[in-house]
C-alpha cells in the first residue's frame, strides 16, 4: 500500500513512446524519407497526447551527410531522434534535451559497442 502511495505522487503520469523505424532499403535513406516519418510520429504524439517521444532511425547503409545533419540539429522538445547505422554501428542523435537523454538513458553507445565487438569476432 505505501509503495502505491508513494508512486502515485513520485512517478510522473503521462504517456510516452520509444519509436524504432528501420529504413526497408537503401534508396528509401534520405532526408526526405526522414522528414515523412519525422512528421507522422509529430502527428502521432499530438494524437496520442504524448508527453514526448524517441525515435530511432535504422539503416544498414551509411546515410547521407544531408540526413546526418538533420538528425544532429533536429531540436524539437517532444521528439528525440537517432539514427543508426548498422553496418558501421555509426550513431548520431539530436542534440536536445530528450535527444540527449535517449542515448544516456538507453546507454545506447554501450549497446552499439558490444555489437560492434561481437560483429568484428
Given at each position: 500500500?505505501l509503495s502505491?502511495f508513494?508512486?502515485?505522487f ?8 520509444f519509436i524504432v523505424?528501420?529504413f526497408?532499403n537503401s534508396?528509401e535513406?534520405?532526408?526526405a ?6 512528421e ?7 494524437d496520442?497526447?504524448l508527453k514526448w517521444a524517441?525515435?530511432l532511425?535504422?539503416t544498414e ?6 540526413l546526418?545533419?538533420?538528425v ?15 553496418q558501421?554501428?555509426?550513431?548520431h542523435?539530436s ?10 538513458q538507453?546507454?545506447?553507445?554501450k549497446?552499439?559497442?558490444k555489437?560492434?565487438k561481437d560483429k568484428t569476432?
Amino acid at each position: 500500500m505505501l509503495s502505491r502511495f508513494i508512486s502515485y505522487f513520485l512517478m510522473p503520469n503521462y504517456s510516452v513512446a520509444f519509436i524504432v523505424y528501420p529504413f526497408s532499403n537503401s534508396s528509401e535513406v534520405s532526408r526526405a524519407s526522414a522528414l515523412n516519418v519525422i512528421e507522422s510520429i509529430r502527428d502521432e504524439i499530438r494524437d496520442r497526447d504524448l508527453k514526448w517521444a524517441w525515435l530511432l532511425l535504422l539503416t544498414e547503409v551509411e546515410p547521407p551527410k544531408s540526413l546526418v545533419n538533420l538528425v544532429q540539429r533536429f531540436d524539437l522538445k517532444e521528439l528525440g531522434v537517432a539514427l543508426l547505422d548498422t553496418q558501421t554501428w555509426g550513431l548520431h542523435y539530436s542534440n536536445s534535451h530528450i535527444g540527449r537523454s535517449f542515448v544516456r538513458q538507453l546507454a545506447i553507445h554501450k549497446l552499439v559497442s558490444k555489437f560492434a565487438k561481437d560483429k568484428t569476432r
